[in-house]
């Protein structure tokens, strides 16, 4: 019986080549896997830094970096109640009133602690969710949740959009 060894060779560098492909396979989509997670905490991360640097700001009573924190026509708005009827009402603070506001107060006196529940990325666009404890000097003062837009320019995420909602019950 005489055997075509040339078939046999290319069959068994063919299963050779086959494994080492999916084996290399395997390992790029890991990578890729990897990278891509990699990527998305740095920017998850970097949308944390922004949000962080805000209420370092407060704490440090620095209207400097408070005010970069924020675009140049960014908005800030509170739901609240009426004292009068008791109705849901939004009200509307300029930024620079807000930091002026800050920088009347010492520094350590407003202490925002967050929790961050909820990040949302979409290219240069972040939504952020975080319930809150406000203390000033060191009581506390009142709860909520504020919820951020930021935007992402020239690479660096700064506040378009803050809504807060602010309450003295039901906080844990």
């Known amino acids: 019986m005489i055997y075509d060894f040339t078939l046999?060779?290319?069959f068994i560098c063919r299963?050779?080549?086959?494994?080492?492909?999916?084996?290399?396979?395997?390992l790029l989509?890991?990578?890729?896997?990897?990278?891509?997670?990699?990527?998305?905490?740095?920017?998850?991360?970097?949308?944390k830094n922004a949000v962080n640097k805000l209420f370092t700001a407060m704490k440090?009573?620095?209207v400097v970096m408070m005010k970069n924190s924020f675009t140049s026509n960014a908005v800030l708005q509170t739901i609240g109640r009426s004292k009068e009827t008791g109705a849901v009402v939004v009200t509307s603070e300029d930024v620079n009133a807000f930091a002026e506001s800050i920088q009347q107060i010492a520094k350590g006196e407003a202490d925002e602690q967050i929790v961050f529940e909820t990040i949302r990325?979409?290219?240069?666009?972040?939504?952020v969710w975080t319930p809150y404890k406000?203390?000033?000097?060191?009581?506390?003062?009142?709860?909520?949740?504020?919820?951020?837009?930021?935007?992402?320019?020239?690479?660096?995420?700064?506040?378009?959009?803050?809504?807060?909602?602010?309450r003295r019950q039901g906080c844990q």
């Open 134 to 166: 406000f203390y000033f000097k060191g009581k506390f003062s009142h709860c909520g949740v504020n919820s951020f837009q930021l935007v992402r320019l020239d690479g660096e995420w700064k506040i378009q959009y803050i809504i807060d909602t602010r």
């Open 121 to 127: 990325i979409d290219g240069d666009l972040a939504s």
């Open 8 to 10: 046999a060779r290319q």
């Open 29 to 47: 989509l890991t990578a890729g896997i990897l990278a891509i997670n990699a990527t998305a905490q740095r920017t998850e991360d970097s949308v």
């Open 60 to 62: 440090e009573s620095d």
């Open 15 to 26: 299963k050779i080549i086959n494994h080492f492909n999916m084996r290399y396979f395997l």
